[in-house]
């Protein structure tokens, strides 16, 4: 089946910097476009970056442009996102999801605070 695992997040100052991971196993990957979404506290899901199935294109939340990077490697069948200048606001549980999917795994939390 469909198996989703994130793992990377943290407590990280503002200005800091972390380093997601999903690790995709049960489907093709590289068949696949790949999203990060998240969830802070209270509020809705909130699409964060997406990027195609042979990873030459990319997309981003104006909210992040120019500080998250995402990217894949269909070998490893892992999807990566990249967080740098992390602000309070980006403060959410993040998850990766398979094309139009809502998120079905169980995230990873990101706290940015000083």
């Known amino acids: 089946q469909v198996q989703l695992v994130e793992s990377g997040g943290g407590l990280v100052q503002p200005g800091g910097s972390l380093r997601l991971s999903c690790a995709a196993s049960?489907?093709?990957?590289?068949?696949?476009?790949m999203k990060w979404v998240r969830q802070a506290p209270g509020k809705g899901l909130e699409w964060v970056a997406e990027?195609?199935?042979?990873?030459?294109?990319?997309f981003y939340a104006n909210s992040v442009k120019g500080r998250f990077t995402i990217s894949r490697d269909n070998a490893k069948k892992t999807l990566t996102l990249q967080m740098n200048n992390l602000k309070p606001e980006d403060t959410a549980v993040y998850y990766c999801?398979?094309?139009?999917?809502?998120?079905r795994s169980q995230g990873t939390q990101v706290t940015v605070s000083s």
């Open positions: 999801a398979r094309g139009n999917q809502s998120p």
């Open positions: 049960g489907f093709t990957f590289s068949s696949y476009g």
């Open positions: 990027i195609n199935s042979g990873g030459d294109r990319t």
